[in-house]
């Protein structure tokens, strides 16, 4: 990715080939439309037997990814801050549930590249993703895998910027421990890869001063989450 903030050029780190993270988007794709012929089949979405639906509010804590400057060489930070989620479940077979999953965080782009007078850019990136949960032993206890696809939505706020919408996919692994009934805490681990696949112009609005072209985003988060089980 590059960028160019008050003359400052930009680029994405590309330890990651772009061609990895276009190959996991379509395994993804591929892994959605199966689950959604079975979705098409399941006659007891939201009732299935050995399974059931939840509603989890989530906090954590989610390292940024890093991104260089192009002509100095000098790294530019996505802050590593706190974050915000929301998750519903929905019975789909047992041991299964589809999840539609939100999550955000603010934070900022910052480089000793910048000017003095720039400091840092504030951002706010939204994961918009739909996919599923396959716990290993029995629904609402234990270990689950976890993943989704969807979008990533950048907003940075700064004169000359606009918001960017972004293909992305995350995939995770937590622990649920029951708390009674109707009630569960998870502990959960997620990456997320966005394609950027820009060749320049992104966050750009009319008369800009930042100028992003690059691959790929990738994020690593931790979550502990409180989930009403029903």
Do not use: W
């Not at 395994?27 to 399941?42: E, I, K, N, P």
């Not at 907003?155 to 995770?172: A, D, F, H, Q, R």
Request: net charge positive; charged share 15%.
């Amino acid at each position: 990715m590059r960028a160019r903030y008050n003359g400052v050029a930009m680029k994405s780190n590309r330890s990651f080939p772009a061609c990895l993270v276009r190959a996991s988007v379509l395994l993804a794709v591929t892994s959605l439309s199966a689950g959604f012929a079975a979705l098409a089949q399941a006659q007891t979405l939201g009732s299935a037997e050995g399974s059931e639906n939840g509603f989890t509010l989530y906090g954590g804590h989610r390292a940024g990814g890093n991104f260089s400057d192009a002509t100095t060489g000098q790294d530019v930070k996505v802050g590593s801050t706190r974050t915000f989620a929301i998750a519903v479940d929905i019975a789909l077979e047992p041991q299964k549930q589809i999840q539609l999953f939100y999550s955000r965080q603010n934070t900022d782009l910052s480089s000793g590249a910048f000017l003095a007078s720039t400091g840092s850019i504030p951002l706010r990136i939204e994961y918009f993703h739909i996919g599923g949960t396959a716990f290993f032993d029995n629904v609402g206890s234990g270990g689950y895998a976890v993943g989704g696809i969807g979008a990533t939505v950048f907003t940075p706020m700064g004169p000359g910027l606009t918001s960017e919408t972004k293909p992305s996919i995350n995939v995770g692994f937590g622990y649920m421990l029951p708390l009674g009934r109707h009630l569960g805490a998870r502990f959960e681990a997620r990456g997320y890869a966005t394609l950027i696949d820009s060749t320049g112009g992104l966050f750009c609005s009319s008369g800009c001063t930042v100028s992003i072209k690059g691959t790929a985003l990738y994020q690593a988060e931790a979550m502990v989450g409180l989930t009403g089980r029903f």
